[in-house]
């Protein structure tokens, strides 16, 4: 190819792929998803000279280079300083009741002997075995928790701008649920916020890796009114005049001084546990109750993660059509890193199953964004970037594919 | 000393290769007649049904050689399907004659009630000696009530005179194996039980080297 | 009535025995012939071993390890896992193999269990049912390792394969299977009241007891057993002993 290809989002030229794990090098890092722009360049995972993901380095390190007694010990003098011994709350832990947040309330309760209260952030539309793992998490995990359900109205308009603006569905609850950890903690004057993994070992900079505690940048504001939902800012929202700013009160971050003032401190578990997500799976099915998919995941060859909401396989499908990859490719490079699978099992899984389209909820979808299946494919067409994306034959391909059966491979 | 197994395209023989090598013997899957003939001990294996038994065996010309060997009086054991077709006739899929080496027929086992006995008789059961003496004979050792493997419909009905034990099934008594000079069959698959059927092959390997 | 089996199930991916839960995981548990050897040594009736990731990639990957088992384990070898054609099946039982289980291939043609049964005879095969229940007292039938479901009912689908000439039937819960909770003695109960071929209950055993309750209520004929074993909860011994202390006849 002697012209280069135009890369949306400021994405890399040329398509690569870890040579340990099957991520892409276009897979973007987390980022403060309030301040999501329309169009803005994406900051993306790190590639070394050997052409290794900085996820699949982070691992290795974790493998060999980590003491984790040590880091045990950190994590008993971290929660001997937050412990109540006057039956309070001490330690908010968001979640689903996902096989990682059901692990990180029930180890925290009954083997370091914290009080947590657990809070979740309610998924768009609970899929049945979603609502049931959750709970379960109370009923067998023996656990506290509180739901909380945004306005219906409010979040499904903004999930339908996040959708057409940024292809991003997910966008507005991503904001929530990070908000709803230390907002909750505000609240019942809990010092101490536990999340399981941290997001860093997906491929973030090594440097997040380091550190236990969260960017209090994620989930904090200086000024309300500019936070982006979907792209629009929470003061147009309300200038075209169908919301007020009471409307925004799950979204509103809890400003950063308060919380330095309050003590509030964000943790993750995953820094001081080794963390493996399919052990997580074990675990909760053997002390919360937590049951599989029935059925294999849309998208992907699993039955354990990310199954509680209707809406998820259109965040990884958007992922498919901006990056290029898909729910089955972040399920088989983490089962590699941990050494479930070999790379070449990883690449004929991704092969298989990442493109699949999501089609169980797919009609409960365009009904919740209010888009007709028109209005979807037009917009999904739209943020196909050309580097990634050809049409062949009538029918959009991928050009490079982890297992080198793209159309440019 | 040389122990062939013969090949005639039945069952699985990779376990019965690996038993009789396992109890030390020198052991060769063979259908040459020469072969056969010169080897100080022969196994008869087989699974399924007794007609396509006999036409493999017949396919490959094996009749014959088999007859002749069994003449000489060197160690024979028949195995499952390979003990059946020891005897005159079976009944599976229509009467069809076997070698005739032993006087009997081969019957469906009979059983009372078809939900709790269920067939294929797959299951471990006991061989029971009555009153008839195991030392000198392959299952010289082994205990009374030793369990075996067994996975079969048929069984073989020899005249009394044959029966080397018994086992029980659906409260049938049916011959689980059987001797005539040196030839024995084993309805079970000693090579399939254990240690207790190991011992049935050390047995055999023990006379073969004796001859 | 019969003396149970207790069959050893051996969950295999490359060259490690894993463990999953509703057949859901890759836990690595141990080295498939050590344990095979092991519980064969501590008196175990039967091995079956699952290729577990047959469905995943589209192959089937045994015979070299039934080829090891062979050498030293002289009991009965059951074999499945991408089991799909009359040549996978030849080549499975000459690497020493006594039985294949068939699943998915046999919901997508029913027709390749009369055909391998006329080759192979009924001895050699065993019908693998995966059943999930779906209320009402019903269970549905899956496929390619408790992965895709296919609408149809499981007594229906067992009386089924019994005609069309399977020997047994190796009926696993996706339910139960690996939660250690005991059996799903119910779905035992309705499959063993319509067929006549021996079956083998897979899918829940935490300890003795569960084994002792399900054969004291449904008519079974094996038992294949994997996280009480895998994860040493129990031993072999004590399991037969449990049975035969609450009059159950096995092998001793």
Known sequence: MSDKLEAYYGLPNEVKFCKKCVISNQRPSSTIEFKSEIGEKKKVINFNEEGVCSACVYHAEKETGIDWNDRDGKLRELLAKFRSDDGSYDVIVPGSGGKDSAFTAHVLKYKYGMNPLTVTWAPHLYTSIGWENMQEWMHTGGLDNILYTPNGILHKEMTKNAFHNLLHPFQPFIVGQRIIGPAMAKKFGVKLVMYGENQAEYGNSIEENTNPIMNMDFFSSEDALSMKFGGVSMQEYIGAGKYTKDDFAPYIAPEKQDLIATGVEVHYLGYYLKWDPQECYYYSVDNTGFQANPVRTEGTYSKYSSIDDKIDPFHYLTTLIKFGIGRCTYDAAQEVRNDKITRDEAAYLVDKYDTEFPDIYFKEFLEYIDTTEDEFWSTIDKHRSPHIWKKAGGEWKLRHTVAKTGVDD | ?211 | MNKIRVIARVDVKNEFVIKGIHLEGLRKVGNPNEMALDYYNNEIDEIIFMDAVAAYYDRNSLSELIRKACVNVFIPITVGGGIRTIDDIKNTLKSGADKVAINTKAVQDPDFISQSKKIFGSQCIVSSIEAKAIGGGKWEVYTDNGREPTGKDVIEWAKYVEELGAGEILLTSIDKEGTKKGFDVELYQSVASIVSIPIIASGGMGKSDDAVQLIKRANVDAIAIASVLHYKLESIQKIKDTLVRNQIKVRL
Not at chain 2, 62 to 91: A, H, W
Not at chain 2, 152 to 170: C, F, G, Q, R
Not at chain 2, 192 to 205: A, Q, R
């Open chain 2, 1 to 211: 000393m040389k122990i062939a197994i013969i090949d005639f395209d039945i069952g699985n023989v990779r376990s019965i290769l690996s038993a009789f090598e396992n109890q030390g013997a020198n052991v060769c899957l063979t259908n040459d007649k020469n072969e056969i003939l010169e080897s100080n001990g022969v196994i008869l294996p087989g699974v399924g049904a007794f007609s396509h038994g006999m036409d493999s065996l017949n396919k490959y010309g094996l009749i014959e050689v088999i007859k002749e060997y069994t003449e000489s009086n060197r160690p024979f054991m028949g195995i499952c399907l390979g003990m059946q077709m020891l005897f005159e006739e079976g009944d599976e899929f229509g009467k069809t004659k076997g070698l005739g080496l032993i006087p009997g027929r081969v019957v469906k086992l009979p059983t009372k009630d078809s939900q709790n006995e269920k067939l294929p008789h797959v299951s471990w059961n006991e061989l029971n000696s009555k009153d008839i003496q195991w030392s000198g004979t392959v299952l010289e050792g082994v205990k009374e009530a030793s369990d075996m493997y067994f996975v079969h419909s048929y069984v073989a009905e020899p005249d009394n005179t044959y029966i080397l034990s018994t086992t029980e099934y659906s409260s049938y008594n049916f011959c689980s194996s059987v001797k005539l000079g040196n030839i024995y069959g084993c309805q079970f698959h000693p090579e399939k039980s254990g240690k207790n059927g190991l011992k049935i092959v050390k047995n055999f390997i023990r006379m073969c080297e004796n001859e």
